[in-house]
Structures are given as C-alpha cells and as structure tokens.
C-alpha cells in the first residue's frame, strides 16, 4: 500500500480523528474526518471519500508508519484491503473530542426527529406534524441519541416513547394495489388480509380481484407474505404511495 497520507504538522493532526483495531497480534490505524465516522456507522454518511482522509491503512497516523501489506493479510485473512477498511471502521475504536461527540449527537437529533416527521401524524386527524413540533416532543419526554444505533431504529423509538407519554402519534398509512389471478383463490385470501387493512377500491374482472388499500405499515410484511403464500406466488403486491396524509399541520399540545 503506498503511504498516500503523511500528517505533517500540528494543524493537519488535529483534524484527523482515529479509528483504530487491534487484530491478530497488531494494530492498525484509519485517518478520518472528524464528525464522519459516526455519520458513517448511523448510515447517515456513505461516501467513503467523505470519512476517510486516506484509504491507506496505517500502524501509527501520527507518524506517518504505514501498515504492511503482509501483516494485513495474515491478520484480516484477506486480500482486500477494502474490506480491511470497512471491518476498522464499523470495529475499530474511534477516538473522538467531546465536541465532536456533541456534534454527531445533534446531527442525529435532528435526522431523527425528521424521520418521526416524515413517517407520523395525528391519529385523530389523520395530519402531519412539523419537525419543530416533534422536537419539542421529543425533549418534553427526555429522548436522548443511542450512539451506534441508527436514526431509523431510534425514530421508532422516538413514536413508542411517545405513544406511552399519550402523545397522539401513529404511523402514517401506506396505499397499496393488491391483485389475485382467479387461479389465486382470491376469494379465500381476501378474507384472510381485510381485517388488516382498509379496502377503498374492489375491482372483480373475471374472477380475476383488485383491491386498492390503506395499509398501517406495521402490517406490511405480513400481508405481503399471506398474498405470497396463500397465491403461490401468483398475487402481486405493489406500494402507490408511502404516506396517506392530510397536509395541513396539526399540534402536539
């Protein structure tokens, strides 16, 4: 591996922030950008150019000691020095500054809280909440970032703590086509799946079914397996629209 990355002073160590592992007897290094690493483990960064200040793998960044190729392949039990680089980063230890640790804490305070607005509304009337209003939630109840956990696991956290605090707040319904051959059954199926789902449209051509649905997504996967299942393989799920909202804002208080 070529050296690709020396720091040379003071200022350019600075900005680097450390990834480091210990394998198979040795250790190895990574010179990241501050602020990235964790952006990268939450799947909040996936440009790898833009976490790594060097794809060169290093014993010592400080002093520019690159690892050898030989001690790499002995202790990662591959060629693939790609796959090294990923195997430090989702491991390796990550050295940060508390301002740094600050800053990814807002980052994903604020990812989140735009999942749980994309993804929410008020049960009662069916609208969306602003991103302002769930983050006042969200502080109301003491919410605070689970570091290592990702935004989408931490926003269905976000709407569980909230619906325990009485907050008026469910998952916004996705619209769904549902077609079963007459070779399908459809007339066996349909009864196993519409205690799950609102049926707004019901098309019968020739023993052939079409139904047009309203679906809560928590539902999603067990219907798509009944369809699957229960048809053979013959029905066809397809999802026309994620979100069934109103699109006027509603209020929290």
Known sequence: ??????????????????????????????????????AWRSKAETDLDEVLQTH???????????????????CFKTEDEAAMVLEILAKGQLQVSKEERVHVQQVTYTEVARLVT?????????????????ERSMKDIHFSIQPGK???????????????????????KMRIRITLPRSAAPKTIKPMI?????????D????????????DPGHFRTVSDI?????????????????TV????????
Request: aromatic residues 4%; glycine residues 4%; charged residues 25%.
């Open 1 to 38: 591996m070529s050296s690709g990355f020396t720091p040379t002073n003071q200022v350019r160590h600075t900005n680097v922030a450390l990834v480091k592992i210990k394998k198979g007897g040795k250790k190895f290094e990574l010179a990241c950008f501050k602020n990235k690493v964790m």
């Open 56 to 74: 060169t793998i290093f014993v010592n960044v400080s002093k520019g000691q690159v690892a050898k190729r030989s001690d790499l392949i002995r």
């Open 118 to 134: 994309e993804r929410c509304v008020n049960p009662d009337t069916q609208r969306p909440y602003t991103m302002a209003q769930i």
């Open 150 to 172: 990702s935004e989408k696991v931490q926003a269905l956290e976000v709407i569980r703590q909230l619906q325990a605090a009485q907050v008026p707040i469910e998952r916004a």
């Open 194 to 202: 519409e205690s799950m789902l609102t049926i707004e449209d019901e």
């Open 204 to 215: 019968w051509d020739d023993g052939d079914l079409e139904l047009t649905c309203v679906l």
């Open 227 to 243: 369809v699957s299942s229960k048809s053979k393989g013959q029905g066809v799920l397809e999802i026309t629209s994620v979100t």
């Open 246 to 253: 109103e699109t006027s804002d509603a209020t929290l208080d």
